[in-house]
C-alpha cells in the first residue's frame, strides 16, 4: 500500500473554550482527490490551517509525507488557496505577486520566473497576471490564489473553496489543472455538489 | 527587498518624498546651525559645527528609525493585507521571514544616508576632509547591526500586540534623544548624562562623529557597537521565532 501523503490522527483545536475540531482523523494518498464539506463554523478552514500549519493543533497530530505540518519540509510539499483569499500584495501585479512567492518556493529567480509564465499560459492569466491586484475582481484573485497554489508543483493542495466565485470557464480551467496532475493529492473544502462529484471521496464535518 | 521597493515604488509620490524630505530635514539643522552659531560653547564631539554635529543626529536617527518604526509599520502592513500568513506559509526559516521584512528599510535608509552627506557637502559646505571613510562605512554597519536585533524585537511585539507603532516611535525618541542626536549629552543634568552614557546610540554617535570629523578614535565604539549587535541580532530573531509560534499556537497570525 501507498505511504499516505496526508495524515491526521485525533486532531483537535481550541479556539479560548470552543472546540471547533474534536478528534478528527484523515488520510490522504497520493493523486486522491478528497472533498471536505460540512456547514459553515463546523471548522474545514480550521482543519486545512493546521493542515498548512499556519495553525498548530490543540491535540493530536498533522503529518504531511512523515513531517509535522509546519515544518519547512511539510510547507514545501503543500500549495494552499484559502477561501476569499486577499492575501497578496495589493499595488503589486498578479505577475508581480507571484513572481515574489515563486522566489520563495523555489530560490531561483530564473526558475521562478519561468514557473509564473508556465502557470499563466496552462491558467490563462493574461489579464490577472497583468493587472494590479486591487484592480482585480475577486474571481481574478481567486485564480492568482490557485495559481499561487501551483507553484513549484506541491505534492498535496488544500484548497478552501476555490470554485466559489469563478465563472463557468475558469472553473473548467481550474479542474483541467488539477486532471493534469494525477499525482497530486488535494483536499478540497467546498458547498458545491458538482465539485464533490469530481473527488473521489468525501469527509463531512460536522457542526461542533 | 524586490517587492518593497516595488511597493513602494508604486507610490510614487511619496516615493519622490522620501528622498525631498532628506534635503528640509538637512535645511532646517542648517538655518539652526546659523543661527546659534557660537552662542553655545559645548563640547562637539569633534564637529566643526553644530549643523556638522546634528548631520550625524539626522544620518544615525534615520537608521535607528528605520529599525524601530520602519520594520513595524511593514510587519503591520503585511498584517492587515493578510500576506503575513501567506508568506509564513511558505518553506521559510522565521529568521529568513524577520530579515526580508527588515532588507528593504535599511537599505533605503543607507540611500538616504547617502543623500543626506551630498546635500550636506555639497550645498551647506560640511568639510569631509579629516573623514576616514572605511571607520564611518564600519560604524553604519554595525550600528545596522545593532538596530536590525531591535528593529526584530519591536517586530516581534508587532505580532504579539499588532498596534505597537507607538511604543515604536518612543523608542526611537529614546533613543536618539539619549544617544545625543541633536545636543551633546554633557548638556545633560548628571543624573541624565549617567544614563545616556549607557544608551548603545551614544556610542553610534560619538563614533559617527568621530569618524567623520577627527578621523580617529572610532574603533572601540565600533567594537562595542558589534559586541552589542552580536548578542542583540540572535536575541531578535529567537524572540520573533517565539512570538510566531505562539501567534500559530493562538491562530491569531491571520488577525488584524
Known amino acids: 500500500m501507498t505511504e499516505p501523503i496526508l495524515e491526521v490522527r485525533g486532531l483537535r483545536r481550541s479556539f479560548g473554550t470552543r472546540e471547533v475540531l474534536t478528534g478528527v482523523d484523515l488520510e490522504i494518498g497520493p493523486g486522491e482527490r478528497v472533498a471536505l464539506r460540512g456547514p459553515n463554523g463546523s471548522g474545514k478552514s480550521t482543519l486545512l490551517r493546521c493542515v498548512l500549519g499556519a495553525l498548530t493543533p490543540t491535540a493530536g497530530e498533522v503529518r504531511v509525507d512523515g513531517n509535522v505540518a509546519g515544518t519547512i519540509a511539510a510547507r514545501r510539499l503543500v500549495g494552499a488557496t484559502f477561501s476569499q483569499d486577499r492575501s497578496f500584495y495589493l499595488r503589486l501585479s498578479g505577475r508581480e505577486n507571484l513572481r515574489f512567492f515563486a522566489r520563495l518556493r523555489l530560490r531561483d529567480a530564473r526558475r521562478a520566473d519561468e514557473e509564473v509564465e508556465r502557470l499563466g499560459e496552462e491558467l490563462e492569466l493574461d489579464r490577472v497576471l497583468a493587472q494590479r491586484v486591487d484592480r482585480c475582481s475577486t474571481g481574478m484573485v481567486q485564480q492568482l490564489g490557485f495559481a499561487r497554489a501551483l507553484l513549484a508543483e506541491p505534492r498535496l493542495l488544500i484548497l478552501d473553496e476555490p470554485t466559489r466565485s469563478l465563472d463557468d470557464a475558469a472553473v473548467g480551467r481550474l479542474w483541467g489543472a488539477l486532471d493534469r496532475r494525477p499525482e497530486t493529492a488535494v483536499l478540497f473544502a467546498t458547498h458545491r455538489v458538482e465539485d464533490v462529484a469530481r473527488c473521489q471521496s468525501e469527509r463531512v464535518l460536522a457542526q461542533s | ?256
Open chain 2, 1 to 256: 527587498m524586490r517587492r518593497d521597493w516595488l511597493i513602494a515604488r508604486s507610490y510614487r509620490t511619496a516615493y519622490v518624498l522620501t528622498f525631498g524630505s532628506a534635503i528640509f530635514n538637512v535645511l532646517a539643522y542648517y538655518f539652526i546651525s546659523e543661527t546659534f552659531d557660537g552662542g553655545a560653547g559645548a563640547q562637539l564631539d569633534g564637529a566643526p559645527s553644530y549643523f556638522a554635529f546634528a548631520l550625524v543626529g539626522i544620518v544615525i536617527t534615520t537608521t535607528v528609525q528605520s529599525a524601530a518604526l520602519a520594520v513595524a509599520r511593514r510587519l503591520r502592513e503585511e498584517q492587515l493585507t493578510g500576506t503575513l500568513e501567506a508568506v509564513a506559509g511558505q518553506p521559510l526559516r522565521d529568521a529568513e521571514l524577520a530579515v526580508g521584512l527588515a532588507g528593504y528599510p535599511f537599505v533605503l535608509s543607507g540611500l538616504r544616508t547617502i543623500a543626506y552627506m551630498l546635500v550636506a557637502g555639497l550645498l551647506f559646505g560640511v568639510s569631509f576632509a579629516e573623514t576616514d571613510w572605511v571607520g564611518f562605512v564600519v560604524i553604519i554597519f554595525t550600528t545596522t547591526a545593532f538596530v536590525l536585533g531591535l528593529g526584530l524585537l519591536i517586530a516581534a511585539l508587532v505580532l504579539l500586540v499588532k498596534r505597537a507603532e507607538s511604543l515604536a516611535g518612543l523608542a526611537t525618541f529614546g533613543l536618539a534623544f539619549l544617544g545625543g542626536a541633536f545636543f551633546p549629552v554633557e548638556a545633560f543634568p548628571s543624573w541624565l548624562e549617567a544614563i545616556a552614557r549607557l544608551a548603545p546610540t551614544r556610542l553610534a554617535y560619538d563614533g559617527t562623529r568621530e569618524a567623520l570629523y577627527t578621523g580617529e578614535g572610532w574603533g572601540s565604539d565600533a567594537a562595542i557597537l558589534l559586541a552589542i549587535a552580536a548578542v542583540a541580532v540572535p536575541v531578535g530573531i529567537w524572540a520573533f521565532d517565539r512570538a510566531l509560534r505562539r501567534q500559530r499556537r493562538r491562530g491569531t497570525l491571520g488577525e488584524y
